[in-house]
């Protein structure tokens, strides 16, 4: 089971109780993700999962990187964070 949390617009809290509802239904990893000015909240997310709620998941990847989104003729740089969160054993 592969579960991806796409981090946008909404409260930090909708994204802690998806991380926690994906944990609890039985997967191993969760994936967070986030891009622009998201990527601050993905990290609260992450850090409030681990600090506050589910103090035996760990950080097991982090990649960031750059994303292009070709608006018409226009091609944006925008930067994109991934974090992988697992349960330790």
């Known amino acids: 089971m592969f579960n991806e949390i796409l981090v946008g617009k909404k409260s930090q809290m909708n994204y802690v109780l998806a991380c926690l509802t994906a944990f609890h239904e039985g997967a191993k990893e969760v994936t967070i993700k986030a891009r622009g000015r998201s990527i601050s909240k993905a990290v609260d997310v992450v850090e409030i999962v681990r600090k506050k709620f589910m103090t035996d998941i760990t950080i097991k990847d982090i990649n960031i ?25």
């Open 65 to 89: 990187g750059t994303d292009e989104i070709k608006l018409n003729d226009n091609v944006r740089r925008i930067s994109s964070i991934s974090i992988v969160l697992a349960k330790m054993k």
